[in-house]
């Protein structure tokens, strides 16, 4: 049974940083794609960042130097590395994991990510 668990929300200045963690189990984790998706209130889920088993990655536009995904298999862990926040990125973000790109994939159950002065 896959299960995804993210952590490192909060609330944070603009201009601040913020890390985010998804420690996945249930699955090997080393052959799925990896993703962050992000909702904000009133909007559509949409797609972060991802990273293939591979290790190749994929950004949305709005996000392309400021954030950056990464991943350690030993630990089962996927990350995202959040710098330059701005009012605009504050959603919840959620984790997905999926074997296949076409696929839905299985999704966390979010953390938060405010900023606000």
């Known amino acids: 049974q896959v299960q995804l668990v993210e952590s490192g929300g909060g609330l944070v200045q603009p201009g601040g940083s913020l890390r985010l963690s998804c420690a996945a189990s249930?699955?090997?984790?080393?052959?799925?794609?990896m993703a962050w998706y992000r909702q904000a209130p009133g909007k559509q889920r949409e797609l972060v960042a991802s990273?293939?088993?591979?290790?190749?990655?994929n950004y949305a536009d709005s996000v392309k130097g400021r954030m950056t995904i990464s991943r350690d298999n030993t630990k089962k862990t996927v990350f995202l590395q959040m710098t330059n926040l701005a009012p605009e990125d504050t959603a919840v973000y959620y984790c997905?994991?999926?074997?296949?790109?076409?696929?839905?994939?299985?999704w966390g159950q979010g953390t938060q990510v405010t900023v606000s002065s």
């Open positions: 997905n994991a999926k074997l296949h790109s076409e696929h839905s994939g299985s």
């Open positions: 249930g699955f090997i984790f080393s052959t799925y794609i």
């Open positions: 990273i293939s088993s591979a290790g190749n990655t």
